[in-house]
């Protein structure tokens, strides 16, 4: 009976991370005219997995490490290819359509940046709440419809990169949770209590401050970024130069939420990203779980087991309600922990020797 109840464990958590799989492209559609639907299928396919591949290179990798990769000498993209599934299809006087989900194979696509020296994540983020302050006409806007700057940071975001944002709706009882002033100035107890009333972790205030001198009839604008995590505020993307004193004759509102969400999604490749190139040896460290589970007990190592920053995890030792493993891996604490977060996990340091606790981050 335990052995069953393993087993349906393993297969369902096993879903759980196919449902996070980035390296997953949906949803390609192909369009081209061919007089014969075999031919149209064989290259609408080779379309397809060109077109995806390219998605997912920009989806892992910063703007400045994907432009790196050469599409001019021939790269066998097949290769890359583990399984693809054409989801609608249609042949109709000599036009083809189809829509084709690609999945990639993480391993080969890993090790074929990793030759060229390339940097690229393989971490979905936590869900963070978004706090979007406007400021426009001597007024802020936080929580209120008439705030613009909400609806285009929105418009721009994509759910299918690595980057996982929570937009809450407009709610005027969110003012006494935390109003725009207590947003920009990092309200430590308000902040707690707003990440708290979602069932999140962190947040990120986008505070847009848009003013207009009449002398020049221009407008200028400046966007700054404060991650509230681990119940204390820092500043992100300070010197990001696309976002800083810009003039304009008009309102860019909807260029400049374009231009944060794409800073915020490379800062987080940034902050996810381990070059497994490089000379460094890998870090160890002594993994312990006490558990009185052990369903839950195996869902916490194959977390681990699977988190993008682990080489190897090995099984050290086994006793009664307690397992210790040896992780093995090129990335530190830290960022092994920005990893887990996502799946509310955390190594909690207990010794001077290296030795961490696996708890449950909710």
Request: net charge neutral; glycine share 0%.
């Amino acid at each position: 009976m335990l052995k069953f109840l393993i087993l349906l464990f393993v297969f369902s958590l096993n879903n759980a991370l196919a449902k996070n799989n980035i390296f997953l492209i949906e949803n390609v559609e192909v369009i081209l005219d061919s007089p014969e639907i075999n031919q149209a299928r064989e290259i609408s396919k080779n379309i397809a997995f060109n077109d995806a591949f390219r998605e997912l290179l920009k989806k892992i990798m910063k703007e400045s490490e994907h432009i790196k990769v050469s599409f001019h000498n021939p790269i066998e993209i097949n290769y890359f290819v583990q399984d693809y599934k054409i989801r609608n299809e249609d042949f109709f006087d000599s036009t083809y359509k189809a829509v084709i989900d690609v999945n990639f194979n993480k391993k080969r696509v890993n090790k074929f940046l990793a030759d060229f020296q390339l940097n690229s994540s393989n971490t979905t983020s936590e869900n963070f709440l978004i706090i979007p302050v406007y400021f426009n006409l001597n007024t802020n806007y936080l929580w209120e419809k008439k705030n613009k700057w909400y609806e285009s940071l929105k418009d721009e975001y994509d759910d299918s990169h690595l980057l996982k944002l929570f937009f809450a709706q407009p709610n005027s009882l969110n003012k006494f949770r935390i109003s725009a002033k207590e947003a920009i100035s990092g309200d430590l107890e308000k902040l707690k209590d707003i990440v708290s009333f979602y069932d999140k972790k962190s947040a990120i205030v986008i505070y847009l401050e848009e003013k207009f001198d009449l002398d020049s009839e221009s407008f200028y604008s400046n966007v700054d970024f404060k991650l509230f995590t681990n119940n204390k505020v820092e500043n992100i993307l300070e010197n990001n130069s696309n976002l800083k004193n810009l003039k304009s004759k008009r309102s860019i509102i909807d260029l400049l939420a374009k231009f944060s969400i794409s800073d915020l999604n490379n800062w987080w490749k940034d902050r996810t990203t381990v070059s497994k190139f490089s000379e460094r040896k890998l870090n160890e460290f002594r993994i312990i779980d006490n558990f009185d589970d052990l369903k839950k007990s195996y869902m916490r190592e194959s977390i681990i087991r699977n988190s993008s920053f682990t080489d190897n995890l090995r099984t050290h030792q086994i006793s009664k309600g307690l397992i210790e493993y040896k992780l093995f891996s090129f990335a530190d604490i830290e960022k092994i922990n920005i990893s887990l977060s996502a799946m509310n996990l955390k190594l909690k340091f207990i010794s001077d020797e290296n030795v961490y606790q696996i708890q449950e981050n909710f």
